[in-house]
């Protein structure tokens, strides 16, 4: 082991200021950061370090390389966006200890928290999960569609507001549509819906809309989705360019 | 207005070093913090900064007291544990601003966003919330509890991970045994709980138990409950304290 580790770290959604100092830190220390392509481009280049960057779907892979690393003495970061531990890559290290030789589990591992993008998202508007809510992954890479939509309707009823990772691919262009569809079924009002897209990057745009006028294309592959629960509130701002969006803490009729 | 501003800001779980640098440096240039006595007291006293600890429920009263100091000029800084938007001040504000002077809608304010503890929590089991999940909070303060145990039931039906903030408290001892109750009707197999206490500073325990075996005294009120979908599970670890406890990305079957 001499001395090795691995760290799954959370850049938050872009702005180095939402980077917390423990991921920074350990970024610092590092001897290889492994992760997707984009995220690993966020990591200044040093003497040192030795940068491994990867494509899309090959998580299982990465966290292989980077488990077999840390045992061999190196000091390892794997860089996800956001937070690692949603719809990132923690479950994928943690799945590759589980199902590979069990002698690797003595690996000295940290899990470093970050601003996942619905927070990030969130922050930008307002609160508007400022009650209760879910994240629901929309992508069906892997899970089946018929879950997907299970889950959106049952958090409909719970009356939940709902943040969406992935609402919209090249790939699945049909699904968010139709999540949209659900919605309408399940929701008689025009609560409203979020899309934030590339929060705290030069790219940020949000826009509010009302459900009955929310359309799958005003989505794409950045854009983090939040749905309002019944009792989401529009505070008009005189002169802004959007409206606040929150959800009062408290509740007082059943839904 | 003369500079004067507002920034609603989320202080992490406890460990200074997962404050991002946003929030330090708000902080930093801040004249006033506001917030709940024990979150206060996370900032340092410095000259020219003016510390305003107030005590828990009075959060409409601490809102109109920020903005009403920003809008006068003074740069503000309402304090959060965790992340500002998630059960905590950000929509106490948002809810002043709708209900108070539409005037005062002019006012500079950001939400700058927090490591909440549900993150914070999974981060040091594992990944328990690296599929889909939601988030409740299990006080009664300000819902009605037939839609605590609703929402809970739905959820357990969606199959998402659980975080619940605000298990249990003085108050209402018998809330949370009710809902471990009802895990137990929908839930019939048996999914690991993580109690984690007071994570990321010196008191903090981590403790997962199979929800058959778990006890609404296992939690108390700096307790984060993280209740395991039905795909969620343990890594046993030779010679550590605890399990990691992770939730696969991938769902083959419908649940």
Not at 108 to 122: E, F, H, K, Y
Not at 179 to 202: G, K, Q, Y
Not at 221 to 226: A, G
Request: hydrophobic share 45%; aromatic share 6%.
């Amino acid at each position: 082991m001499s001395g090795g580790w691995l760290a799954i770290a959370g850049l938050g959604p872009g702005d180095d200021m939402l980077v917390t100092p423990e991921v920074s830190a350990a970024l610092g220390d590092a001897t290889d950061v492994i992760g997707y392509v984009p995220y690993v481009a966020r990591v200044p280049a040093r003497e040192g370090l030795t940068l491994h960057p990867s494509d899309n779907r090959v998580e299982i892979d990465r966290a292989n390389l980077a488990i077999d690393l840390a045992r061999k003495g190196h000091r390892v970061v794997v860089v996800s966006s956001g937070d690692p531990g949603v719809f990132a890559m923690a479950a994928a290290v943690f799945e590759a200890l589980e199902h590979g030789d069990p002698t690797r589990r003595d690996i000295d591992l940290r899990v470093l928290p970050g601003i996942t993008a619905m927070l990030a998202a969130s922050a930008r508007a307002g609160a508007p999960l400022g009650h209760d809510f879910c994240a629901i992954n929309l992508s069906d890479n892997l899970k089946p569609w018929p879950v997907i939509e299970r889950r959106v309707r049952l958090a409909a009823q719970a009356d939940f507001a709902m943040a969406f990772y992935n609402p919209r691919s090249r790939s699945r262009p049909e699904g968010f549509a139709r999540v949209l569809d659900i919605l309408r079924e399940e929701c008689a009002d025009e609560r409203p819906i979020l899309f934030a897209r590339a929060v705290s990057t030069p790219q940020e745009e949000l826009r509010i809309v009302p459900l009955p006028q929310a359309r799958a294309d005003m989505a794409d592959m950045r854009t983090m989705v939040i749905v309002g629960s019944s009792q989401t509130r529009i505070v008009p701002r005189p002169g802004a360019a959007t409206s606040w969006l929150y959800t009062p803490r408290s509740l007082a009729m059943v839904p």
